[in-house]
């Protein structure tokens, strides 16, 4: 099983930034793609972005020109740098990690992280 502990939310006004960071541990092997998503109040649980294992990146077009997600594999760690935060990106943040293993996919969530932005 995988351990995933996040950090780095908070609360920022309009246009402002933070940096989540996402660590894994404990059965780290196999770990392919890492991403974050988000829930607001009242809303699905959506994808803001992920990163595959050999760095190629997807961002969903709201955050798009203003996150930047990234991943450093030798520590098992993703980041998210949010910049030009607005009040809709308001949410818990939650971090997702997929694994593949001897032709099995699996799939681990972090508890999530709170990101307030005020206008």
């Known amino acids: 099983q995988v351990q995933l502990v996040e950090s780095g939310g908070g609360l920022v006004q309009a246009g402002g930034s933070l940096r989540l960071s996402c660590a894994a541990s404990?059965?780290?092997?196999?770990?392919?793609?890492m991403g974050w998503y988000r829930e607001a109040p009242g809303k699905q649980r959506e994808l803001v972005a992920d990163?595959?294992?050999?760095?190629?990146?997807n961002y969903a077009d709201s955050v798009k020109g203003r996150f930047t997600i990234s991943r450093d594999n030798t520590k098992n760690t993703v980041y998210l740098q949010m910049n030009s935060l607005k009040p809709e990106d308001t949410a818990v943040y939650y971090c997702?990690?997929?694994?593949?293993?001897?032709?099995?996919?699996?799939?681990?969530w972090g508890q999530g992280t709170q990101v307030t932005v005020s206008s």
């Open positions: 990163i595959t294992s050999g760095s190629s990146t």
């Open positions: 404990g059965d780290v092997f196999g770990i392919n793609a």
């Open positions: 997702r990690v997929s694994r593949l293993r001897f032709g099995t996919r699996s799939v681990d």
